[in-house]
């Protein structure tokens, strides 16, 4: 089962009837597509919360009974009140009536004796029976209210007064006179002290104590803030809604310019004004009691919104498909009922406003289901784009076929096209995708990383990493860096230290002396890669000499054998070339001896570098050459081809202390 759900303000709002999730289908259709409603997934997937819960054309008043078992209703056409039973989820009965009911009143705890209101200002009492009496007022009433202490029924008229039946004795009484020229627009009565209100189309609110049966209030200068609609509005602002809370003190006024007021008894100046912002008269307002917040739930035809009693922060809204005619909040719950302009009277599930009515508890299972797989939306399905995002696509050449769908500024495309188009317009789209989702990934990473703080600024580098040091060391004075007096010493190259200078030097000798031990020591590592990178080409030199030694004693005993077996004669080219080259081979090998021996001689390196490459070296390399000779002091160890050692030196004379050579 799905719910069609809006979520105005963050806050869900399940329609459970009078959308398009229960629709009301005629018996013609139902007789005559029988086959095909099975196919229909939307009809199969409704929900029905109450069976027939609706009315032939509209209805015009809904009203929930005090035990909470019931909900009565009014509407047309034809003319009738239906009864709904909670146990059953369905219709108990309906009884037409000759006349169009406005308003109506329970007078019981149940359903069995209502009051209602006609449009013919004919007054109509209800039994369990049927019809029991009529009686007829002399203008058009408006409202009823009934006060039980005193069986007192109140019908405001298009009159200044206000009549009064009362039903204990079977007449009417002295009715009650206002001021209002125009006529009494709602009537209510304070629930704790009992306390009349009457709200006016002359724009005042009066309030009766019902024991002096006098006028204790009037409310007569009543101003709300001018608002756009107004301009259009030239009538004057009346009094259409009227509510007291339970506490006794708190009393809502609905205006014909669609503000609510919150009044407090003992002041004449209310304390919260709320703007409906469609201009449209209030026609119902209650107070909600059941959540952790107190809220006021106020409808006038378009919308019914709800807020914070306190401050008047909006809470959510509901916006029917249909006008609304009447608003009831079942107690102690976030369930409505609203009386509409259409076939279905509606019922909206609020959750945050309340849980669910005990005998519709499974509502609650539903929305969570609801809420653990949530379904796709009509929209999904679609792409809006605008007509610019449609000639970087190329689809401009779609416009005004059933493709797209016009919707305000731009075109709804079918989001299948869509990707495919922009595909082809951009097919490394995916890849930029692919590497901006691996970079994303790779900066998250390096977020959790411990970082050091070490951003110097483009100007005065040193000086700004000298201070950030003393500025671990010391907790003062520190704050050179965000000082804005110092800030263009960091910004402007024309306050750049010259840390070359004489004066610099000598009043920074430390730093002068740190400096010259980080470039020795970047020296000496430089050094002792060129070292490393010798040997390796020393090493690698030793082995391919090694190579040719195994060759030329492999040739010897090859020789040697083809000898003894007389094979020479065979061999005999083979040996002269062979012996030339061995020739050729120990001329190399002597040379390369000699050399070595000159170069022992001479104190040289064991032959590491040519003369002719130290003839090509700079005067500089030379001195570097000579402090890594220096540092080796001559020392060289090598294999030779037969598997030997040698080691060669250079001897050096060391002074001794007393002042002799050794």
């Known amino acids: 089962m799905v719910l069609p759900v809006t979520q105005a303000n963050n806050v869900k709002v399940y329609t459970v009837s009078g959308g398009l999730g229960s629709r009301s289908i005629p018996d013609w259709i139902v007789r005559k597509r029988k086959r095909q409603l099975k196919k229909d997934l939307e009809y199969s997937t409704r929900v029905e919360l109450i069976q027939d819960f609706e009315f032939p054309q509209a209805s015009n008043c809904i009203r929930t009974t005090r035990d909470g078992n019931f909900v009565i209703a009014t509407g047309t056409y034809k003319p009738q009140m239906r009864v709904y039973e909670y146990a059953e989820a369905s219709m108990k009965f309906e009884r037409h009536t000759d006349c169009e009911s406005l308003k109506f009143e329970v007078l019981s705890d149940d359903w069995t004796k209502t009051v209602h209101l006609q449009d013919d200002r004919w007054i109509e009492f209800h039994t369990q029976g049927g019809h029991h009496y009529r009686t007829r007022i002399p203008k058009h009433g408006r409202d009823l209210a009934y006060h039980y202490p005193s069986c007192d029924l109140l019908v405001s008229a298009s009159t200044h007064e206000v009549y009064r039946l009362n039903l204990e004795l079977g007449r009417f009484s002295t009715p009650i006179q206002t001021d209002s020229t125009e006529g009494v627009n709602c009537a209510e009565i304070n629930p704790a002290h009992q306390l009349f209100g009457f709200g006016t189309a002359n724009g005042t609110v009066e309030l009766w104590d019902p024991r002096s049966k006098a006028r204790v209030g009037l409310l007569n200068d009543i101003k709300v803030p001018a608002s756009v609609v107004d301009e259009y509005n030239k009538d004057p602002m009346q ?330 004669v065979r061999s005999k080219k083979k040996t002269q070339t062979s012996i030339r080259s061995d020739a050729g081979k120990k001329q190399k090998t002597q040379s390369k001896n000699g050399k070595r021996a000159l170069e022992m001689r001479m104190g040289t390196d064991g032959g590491r570098m040519a003369s002719r490459n130290e003839d090509r070296k700079s005067f500089g390399e030379r001195l570097k050459s000579e402090k890594s000779q220096r540092r080796n002091e001559g020392h060289r160890v090598s294999r030779t081809a037969l598997g030997g050692m040698e080691m060669s030196f250079t001897p050096t004379s060391r002074r001794r202390r007393g002042g002799g050579s050794r």
Not at 400 to 412: E, I, S
Not at 413 to 437: C, G, H, M, S, W
Not at 464 to 478: I, Q, R, T, V
Not at 491 to 499: I, L, R, S
Request: glycine fraction near 6%; include cysteine; charge should be negative.
């Open 239 to 568: 009094i259409s809604a009227l509510k007291f809370r339970n506490d006794g003190l708190t009393m809502a006024a609905g205006t014909s310019t669609g503000h609510t007021l919150l009044y407090d008894l003992r002041s004449s100046v209310p304390y919260l004004i709320k703007d409906h912002q469609y201009g449209l008269p209030i026609n119902n307002i209650h107070f909600h009691e059941g959540g952790e917040t107190p809220r006021v739930i106020v409808s006038d035809k378009k919308v019914i919104k709800i807020w914070d009693r306190n401050n008047g922060k909006h809470f959510t809204s509901i916006e029917p498909e249909t006008d609304i005619n009447d608003v009831c909040v079942v107690e102690q719950s976030g369930l409505l009922f609203t009386a509409q302009e259409g076939i279905q009277m509606g019922a909206y599930y609020v959750p945050q406003l309340g849980p669910a009515p005990r005998w519709a508890s499974f509502l609650d299972n539903i929305t969570e289901e609801m809420e653990e797989n949530p379904n796709r939306d009509i929209y999904d399905e679609y792409k809006f784009v605008t007509r610019k995002e449609l000639s970087a696509l190329g689809l401009d050449h779609l416009m005004g076929t059933n493709v797209l769908k016009a919707y305000m500024h731009g075109f709804f495309v079918d989001l299948r096209l869509y990707e495919q188009a922009k595909l082809i317009a951009n097919p490394f789209a995916y890849d930029e995708y692919r590497q901006k989702t691996v970079r994303e990934k790779i900066e998250k990473e390096r977020g959790s990383r411990i970082r050091v703080n070490t951003k110097l600024p483009a100007v005065n580098k040193e000086v700004a990493k000298s201070l950030l040091e003393s500025k671990n060391k010391k907790k003062s004075g520190a704050d050179v860096l965000e000082d804005d007096r110092f800030k263009q010493m960091f910004a402007d190259p024309e306050f750049e230290v010259d840390t070359e200078s004489k004066e610099y030097q000598l009043l920074h000798p430390n730093t002068v002396k740190k400096r010259r031990a980080i470039d020795s020591d970047n020296e000496d590592e430089d050094e002792e890669d060129e070292q490393e990178q010798e040997e390796e080409q020393d090493i690698d030199s030793d082995d391919s000499e090694r190579m040719s030694g195994d060759s030329e004693s492999e040739d010897d005993l090859v020789s040697k054998i083809r000898k003894e077996r007389g094979l020479h």
